[in-house]
Protein backbone atom coordinates (compact mmCIF):
# COMPACT_ATOMS: atom_id res chain seq x y z
CA UNK A 1 0.00 0.00 0.00
CA UNK A 2 1.94 3.02 -1.21
CA UNK A 3 0.14 6.29 -0.75
CA UNK A 4 1.01 9.79 -2.58
CA UNK A 5 -0.26 12.91 -1.38
CA UNK A 6 2.85 14.95 -2.28
CA UNK A 7 3.08 18.98 -1.75
CA UNK A 8 5.81 21.27 -1.85
CA UNK A 9 7.47 21.76 1.45
CA UNK A 10 7.36 25.21 2.86
CA UNK A 11 10.67 26.76 4.37
CA UNK A 12 12.03 25.20 7.36
CA UNK A 13 10.76 26.71 11.17
CA UNK A 14 12.44 24.74 13.96
CA UNK A 15 9.26 25.80 15.62
CA UNK A 16 6.65 24.37 12.87
CA UNK A 17 5.05 21.61 13.35
CA UNK A 18 6.27 18.27 12.36
CA UNK A 19 3.43 17.43 10.07
CA UNK A 20 4.10 20.01 7.74
CA UNK A 21 6.51 18.81 6.79
CA UNK A 22 6.63 15.30 6.68
CA UNK A 23 6.55 13.52 3.39
CA UNK A 24 3.12 11.53 2.58
CA UNK A 25 4.17 9.06 -0.10
CA UNK A 26 4.62 6.23 3.09
CA UNK A 27 5.18 2.65 1.78
CA UNK A 28 2.82 0.56 4.13
CA UNK A 29 2.73 -3.11 4.06
CA UNK A 30 -0.30 -5.00 5.39
CA UNK A 31 1.08 -7.03 7.93
CA UNK A 32 -1.50 -9.85 6.81
CA UNK A 33 1.10 -10.44 3.97
CA UNK A 34 3.50 -12.84 2.81
CA UNK A 35 6.62 -11.52 1.55
CA UNK A 36 5.64 -12.78 -1.69
CA UNK A 37 2.57 -11.14 -2.11
CA UNK A 38 4.05 -7.92 -0.48
CA UNK A 39 7.19 -8.17 -3.45
CA UNK A 40 4.38 -8.54 -6.27
CA UNK A 41 2.45 -5.83 -4.74
CA UNK A 42 5.54 -3.21 -4.62
CA UNK A 43 6.37 -4.04 -8.30
CA UNK A 44 2.73 -3.00 -9.25
CA UNK A 45 2.83 0.40 -7.54
CA UNK A 46 4.46 3.35 -8.62
CA UNK A 47 7.19 4.17 -5.60
CA UNK A 48 8.93 7.07 -4.67
CA UNK A 49 12.07 8.09 -5.78
CA UNK A 50 13.84 7.63 -2.74
CA UNK A 51 13.36 4.64 -0.33
CA UNK A 52 14.56 4.54 3.07
CA UNK A 53 12.19 1.69 5.24
CA UNK A 54 9.18 -0.50 4.75
CA UNK A 55 6.25 0.25 7.84
CA UNK A 56 3.71 -2.50 8.55
CA UNK A 57 0.55 -1.74 9.32
CA UNK A 58 -2.32 -3.58 11.05
CA UNK A 59 -5.91 -3.21 9.36
CA UNK A 60 -6.79 -0.11 11.03
CA UNK A 61 -3.51 1.60 9.48
CA UNK A 62 -1.72 1.28 12.90
CA UNK A 63 1.73 1.20 12.51
CA UNK A 64 3.00 -2.16 14.18
CA UNK A 65 6.47 -2.58 12.79
CA UNK A 66 9.40 -1.41 10.29
CA UNK A 67 10.69 -3.71 7.60
CA UNK A 68 14.34 -4.08 6.44
CA UNK A 69 14.86 -3.78 2.64
CA UNK A 70 17.73 -6.92 3.03
CA UNK A 71 15.11 -9.23 5.42
CA UNK A 72 12.23 -8.28 2.89
CA UNK A 73 14.27 -9.16 -0.23
CA UNK A 74 16.08 -11.91 1.37
CA UNK A 75 13.61 -14.10 2.79
CA UNK A 76 10.85 -16.78 1.54
CA UNK A 77 8.26 -15.71 -0.68
CA UNK A 78 5.68 -17.41 1.85
CA UNK A 79 6.93 -16.06 4.54
CA UNK A 80 4.49 -13.54 7.02
CA UNK A 81 5.55 -10.08 6.74
CA UNK A 82 4.22 -9.77 10.69
CA UNK A 83 6.63 -12.41 11.51
CA UNK A 84 9.58 -10.77 10.17
CA UNK A 85 8.88 -7.22 10.98
CA UNK A 86 10.72 -5.08 13.67
CA UNK A 87 8.34 -4.37 16.37
CA UNK A 88 10.17 -1.85 18.28
CA UNK A 89 9.96 1.04 16.16
CA UNK A 90 10.68 4.48 17.43
CA UNK A 91 8.23 6.83 15.78
CA UNK A 92 7.97 10.45 15.73
CA UNK A 93 4.23 11.71 17.16
CA UNK A 94 2.77 14.34 15.24
CA UNK A 95 2.21 17.06 17.99
CA UNK A 96 6.15 17.29 17.62
CA UNK A 97 7.75 20.25 16.25
CA UNK A 98 10.70 20.19 13.65
CA UNK A 99 13.32 20.60 16.70
CA UNK A 100 12.18 17.62 18.41
CA UNK A 101 12.47 15.85 15.11
CA UNK A 102 16.01 17.04 14.81
CA UNK A 103 16.58 15.72 18.41
CA UNK A 104 15.17 11.77 17.38
CA UNK A 105 17.75 11.95 14.36
CA UNK A 106 20.48 13.23 16.91
CA UNK A 107 19.95 10.67 19.35
CA UNK A 108 19.16 7.76 16.93
CA UNK A 109 20.94 8.53 14.03
CA UNK A 110 18.33 6.78 11.85
CA UNK A 111 18.09 8.12 8.02
CA UNK A 112 14.07 8.60 9.00
CA UNK A 113 11.79 8.00 11.14
CA UNK A 114 7.83 7.57 10.78
CA UNK A 115 5.39 10.28 11.79
CA UNK A 116 2.27 8.99 13.40
CA UNK A 117 -0.76 10.26 15.44
CA UNK A 118 -2.33 9.41 19.03
CA UNK A 119 -3.93 6.23 17.88
CA UNK A 120 -0.08 5.13 16.30
CA UNK A 121 -1.94 5.42 12.45
CA UNK A 122 0.89 5.91 10.42
CA UNK A 123 0.58 9.89 8.61
CA UNK A 124 4.08 10.00 7.23
CA UNK A 125 7.70 9.94 7.34
CA UNK A 126 10.02 12.50 8.24
CA UNK A 127 14.04 12.19 6.51
CA UNK A 128 16.89 13.82 6.98
CA UNK A 129 15.93 14.97 3.32
CA UNK A 130 14.35 17.89 5.40
CA UNK A 131 17.23 19.37 6.45
CA UNK A 132 20.06 19.03 3.73
CA UNK A 133 20.16 18.07 0.41
CA UNK A 134 22.86 15.96 0.85
CA UNK A 135 21.05 12.66 1.34
CA UNK A 136 22.09 11.33 -2.10
CA UNK A 137 25.42 12.08 -1.34
CA UNK A 138 26.05 9.50 1.32
CA UNK A 139 27.90 6.95 0.48
CA UNK A 140 29.87 6.38 4.24
CA UNK A 141 29.60 6.36 7.43
CA UNK A 142 31.59 9.18 7.99
CA UNK A 143 29.41 11.49 5.31
CA UNK A 144 26.37 10.09 7.61
CA UNK A 145 27.65 11.38 11.17
CA UNK A 146 28.74 14.61 9.74
CA UNK A 147 25.20 14.97 8.52
CA UNK A 148 23.80 14.42 11.74
CA UNK A 149 26.00 16.84 13.19
CA UNK A 150 24.76 19.32 10.67
CA UNK A 151 21.49 18.62 12.16
CA UNK A 152 22.56 19.32 15.48
CA UNK A 153 23.73 23.16 14.18
CA UNK A 154 20.04 23.02 12.99
CA UNK A 155 18.81 22.70 16.64
CA UNK A 156 21.60 24.81 18.16
CA UNK A 157 20.57 27.56 15.88
CA UNK A 158 17.78 27.94 17.57
CA UNK A 159 18.79 28.21 20.99
CA UNK A 160 20.79 32.21 20.27
CA UNK A 161 19.18 33.98 23.07
CA UNK A 162 20.51 37.71 23.81
CA UNK A 163 23.03 38.72 26.14
CA UNK A 164 20.89 39.59 28.82
CA UNK A 165 18.43 36.71 28.26
CA UNK A 166 21.76 34.81 27.84
CA UNK A 167 22.48 36.11 31.99
CA UNK A 168 18.74 35.56 32.98
CA UNK A 169 18.82 31.71 31.96
CA UNK A 170 22.31 30.97 33.54
CA UNK A 171 22.37 33.12 36.65
CA UNK A 172 20.10 31.99 38.73
CA UNK A 173 21.77 28.38 38.62
CA UNK A 174 24.95 29.46 39.28
CA UNK A 175 23.55 30.69 43.03
CA UNK A 176 23.33 27.23 43.64
CA UNK A 177 27.30 27.13 43.69
CA UNK A 178 27.45 30.32 45.47
CA UNK A 179 25.11 28.72 48.45
CA UNK A 180 27.03 25.20 48.21
CA UNK A 181 29.98 27.08 48.47
CA UNK A 182 28.95 29.09 51.66
CA UNK A 183 27.34 25.41 53.42
CA UNK A 184 30.54 23.88 52.53
CA UNK A 185 32.27 26.48 54.69
CA UNK A 186 30.07 26.59 57.09
CA UNK A 187 30.54 22.70 57.85
CA UNK A 188 34.38 23.28 57.79
CA UNK A 189 33.98 25.61 60.34
CA UNK A 190 31.69 22.77 62.32
CA UNK A 191 34.67 20.55 62.37
CA UNK A 192 37.20 22.65 62.96
CA UNK A 193 38.47 21.46 65.88
CA UNK A 194 38.77 18.22 64.30
CA UNK A 195 40.82 19.30 61.47
CA UNK A 196 43.52 21.45 63.73
CA UNK A 197 43.77 17.80 65.42
CA UNK A 198 44.28 16.16 62.57
CA UNK A 199 45.94 18.30 59.73
CA UNK A 200 46.53 15.81 57.19
CA UNK A 201 42.40 15.73 56.87
CA UNK A 202 42.60 19.29 55.43
CA UNK A 203 45.78 18.31 53.01
CA UNK A 204 43.55 16.01 51.29
CA UNK A 205 40.35 18.34 50.97
CA UNK A 206 41.09 19.21 47.61
CA UNK A 207 41.85 15.78 46.01
CA UNK A 208 38.17 14.22 47.65
CA UNK A 209 36.29 17.00 46.03
CA UNK A 210 38.18 16.98 42.83
CA UNK A 211 37.41 13.36 42.65
CA UNK A 212 33.97 13.89 43.07
CA UNK A 213 33.22 16.73 41.13
CA UNK A 214 34.78 14.48 38.29
CA UNK A 215 33.00 11.73 38.69
CA UNK A 216 29.64 14.00 38.84
CA UNK A 217 30.29 15.61 35.39
CA UNK A 218 30.96 12.30 33.45
CA UNK A 219 27.76 10.90 35.32
CA UNK A 220 26.01 13.68 34.38
CA UNK A 221 27.40 14.23 30.41
CA UNK A 222 26.68 10.83 29.42
CA UNK A 223 22.86 11.18 31.30
CA UNK A 224 22.40 14.36 28.88
CA UNK A 225 23.58 12.06 25.94
CA UNK A 226 21.13 9.72 26.76
CA UNK A 227 17.94 12.08 27.47
CA UNK A 228 18.17 13.55 24.02
CA UNK A 229 15.53 13.03 22.40
CA UNK A 230 13.56 10.55 24.71
CA UNK A 231 11.03 10.81 27.41
CA UNK A 232 12.29 10.48 31.01
CA UNK A 233 9.92 7.00 32.64
CA UNK A 234 11.42 5.57 35.80
CA UNK A 235 12.19 2.11 33.56
CA UNK A 236 15.25 4.01 32.06
CA UNK A 237 16.04 6.09 35.13
CA UNK A 238 16.23 2.59 37.09
CA UNK A 239 18.72 1.19 34.23
CA UNK A 240 20.89 4.13 34.36
CA UNK A 241 20.96 4.32 38.07
CA UNK A 242 21.49 0.79 38.30
CA UNK A 243 24.54 1.24 36.02
CA UNK A 244 26.27 4.13 37.10
CA UNK A 245 25.87 3.08 41.10
CA UNK A 246 28.05 -0.08 39.87
CA UNK A 247 30.50 2.00 38.09
CA UNK A 248 30.96 4.66 40.75
CA UNK A 249 31.30 2.02 43.31
CA UNK A 250 34.45 0.55 41.24
CA UNK A 251 35.81 4.00 40.91
CA UNK A 252 35.19 4.90 44.42
CA UNK A 253 36.82 1.54 45.81
CA UNK A 254 39.58 2.31 43.05
CA UNK A 255 40.37 5.93 43.44
CA UNK A 256 40.09 5.83 47.38
CA UNK A 257 42.62 3.08 47.49
CA UNK A 258 44.90 5.10 45.76
CA UNK A 259 44.73 8.29 47.67
CA UNK A 260 44.24 6.21 50.62
CA UNK A 261 47.50 4.38 50.05
CA UNK A 262 49.47 7.36 49.31
CA UNK A 263 48.41 9.10 52.76
CA UNK A 264 48.92 5.85 54.21
CA UNK A 265 52.75 6.02 52.90
CA UNK A 266 53.18 9.35 53.65
CA UNK A 267 51.85 9.98 57.13
CA UNK A 268 52.20 6.59 58.48
CA UNK A 269 48.36 6.43 59.86
CA UNK A 270 46.17 3.68 59.11
CA UNK A 271 43.30 5.50 60.48
CA UNK A 272 43.81 8.61 58.42
CA UNK A 273 43.56 6.39 55.42
CA UNK A 274 41.04 4.33 56.37
CA UNK A 275 39.11 7.60 56.45
CA UNK A 276 40.26 9.04 53.25
CA UNK A 277 39.01 5.63 51.52
CA UNK A 278 35.81 5.46 52.55
CA UNK A 279 35.03 9.39 51.80
CA UNK A 280 36.11 9.00 48.53
CA UNK A 281 34.15 5.92 47.91
CA UNK A 282 30.80 7.09 49.52
CA UNK A 283 31.54 10.68 47.66
CA UNK A 284 31.63 8.57 44.70
CA UNK A 285 29.00 7.17 44.86
CA UNK A 286 26.68 9.77 45.47
CA UNK A 287 28.31 11.84 42.91
CA UNK A 288 27.53 9.42 40.13
CA UNK A 289 24.15 8.89 41.35
CA UNK A 290 23.15 12.77 41.59
CA UNK A 291 24.50 13.00 37.92
CA UNK A 292 22.24 10.88 36.65
CA UNK A 293 19.03 11.58 39.08
CA UNK A 294 19.02 15.69 38.83
CA UNK A 295 19.46 16.37 35.11
CA UNK A 296 16.73 13.55 34.43
CA UNK A 297 14.56 15.49 37.18
CA UNK A 298 15.15 18.90 35.93
CA UNK A 299 14.02 17.27 32.55
CA UNK A 300 10.69 16.45 33.89
CA UNK A 301 9.81 19.88 35.07
CA UNK A 302 10.56 21.11 31.64
CA UNK A 303 13.89 23.11 32.30
CA UNK A 304 17.15 22.74 30.28
CA UNK A 305 19.20 19.99 31.74
CA UNK A 306 22.71 21.31 30.27
CA UNK A 307 22.46 24.78 32.02
CA UNK A 308 20.34 23.69 35.00
CA UNK A 309 21.57 20.65 36.42
CA UNK A 310 25.77 21.25 36.20
CA UNK A 311 25.83 23.64 39.20
CA UNK A 312 23.16 21.65 41.20
CA UNK A 313 25.08 18.85 40.83
CA UNK A 314 28.51 20.22 41.72
CA UNK A 315 26.67 21.91 44.80
CA UNK A 316 25.13 18.87 45.91
CA UNK A 317 28.05 16.77 45.68
CA UNK A 318 30.71 19.39 47.51
CA UNK A 319 28.16 19.39 50.28
CA UNK A 320 27.80 15.61 50.69
CA UNK A 321 31.31 15.06 50.32
CA UNK A 322 32.25 16.97 53.12
CA UNK A 323 29.78 15.58 55.20
CA UNK A 324 31.38 12.12 54.34
CA UNK A 325 34.35 13.29 55.15
CA UNK A 326 34.75 14.75 57.92
CA UNK A 327 31.84 12.32 59.78
CA UNK A 328 33.71 9.86 59.27
CA UNK A 329 37.00 11.54 60.50
CA UNK A 330 35.08 12.77 63.54
CA UNK A 331 33.62 9.63 64.34
CA UNK A 332 36.75 7.41 63.44
CA UNK A 333 39.62 9.43 64.69
CA UNK A 334 38.43 11.34 67.75
CA UNK A 335 36.57 8.08 69.31
CA UNK A 336 38.24 6.87 72.18
Not at 57 to 85: F, N, Y
Request: aromatic share 8%; glycine share 6%; hydrophobic share 50%.
Amino acid sequence: MVRHVMSDRPAIDLDDPIALHMRRSVIALPERMTVGEALEHLRLEQLPEQIVYFYVIDSQERLIGVMPTRRLLMSQPDSAIADLAVRKVIAVPDTASVLDACEFFIAHKFLAFPVIDADRRLLGIVDVGLFTNELQALSERAAADELFQLIGVHAASRHKPSVWLGFRSRFPWLLSNIAGGILCAVISGFFDHLLQTVIVLALFIPVVLALSESVSIQAMSLTLQELHGTKVTLANLWRATRREFGVALLLGLSCGTIVGSVAWMWKGDVRVAGVITGSITLAMLTACLLGVLLPSAVRIFGRDPRIASGPIVLACGDVATLLFYFTLGSWWLTAR
